[in-house]
Nanobody, 117 residues
Framework: QVRLVESGGGLVQAGGSLRLSCAASGIIFSINAMGWYRQAPGKQRELVAAITSGRSTNYADSVKGRFTISRDNAKNTVYLQMNSLKPEDTAVYYC???????????WGQGTQVTVSS
């Protein structure tokens, strides 16, 4: 059974930092491209960062230069370091497979990130 468990969210002031983690089980983690997604109230879920099995990374323009995605295959975990946070980064953050096959597995519970101004 596949499980994706996100953690690390919280309430932070604008300009602050958070580090999100996503632990995966039930998949061959190392061969999967992984991505971090977010969904703000009233908006569609969007991909914000992705990392391939070869550790190439891509970012949405809105987070480029502020967020860094990384992975630890030994721990079956993908991370999202978020710096210089803005109120518009407020959302529930999820992980799942990344491009080209996005969202292959069932979505976890996500982790709430709230950035106050």
């Amino acid at each position: 059974q596949v499980r994706l468990v996100e953690s690390g969210g919280g309430l932070v002031q604008a300009g602050g930092s958070l580090r999100l983690s996503c632990a995966a089980s039930g998949i061959i983690f190392s061969i999967n491209a992984m991505g971090w997604y977010r969904q703000a109230p009233g908006k569609q879920r969007e991909l914000v960062a992705a990392i391939t099995s070869g550790r190439s990374t891509n970012y949405a323009d809105s987070v480029k230069g502020r967020f860094t995605i990384s992975r630890d295959n030994a721990k079956n975990t993908v991370y999202l370091q978020m710096n210089s946070l803005k109120p518009e980064d407020t959302a529930v953050y999820y992980c799942n497979t990344g491009p080209p096959t996005m969202g292959t597995y069932g979505w976890g519970q996500g982790t709430q990130v709230t950035v106050s101004s």
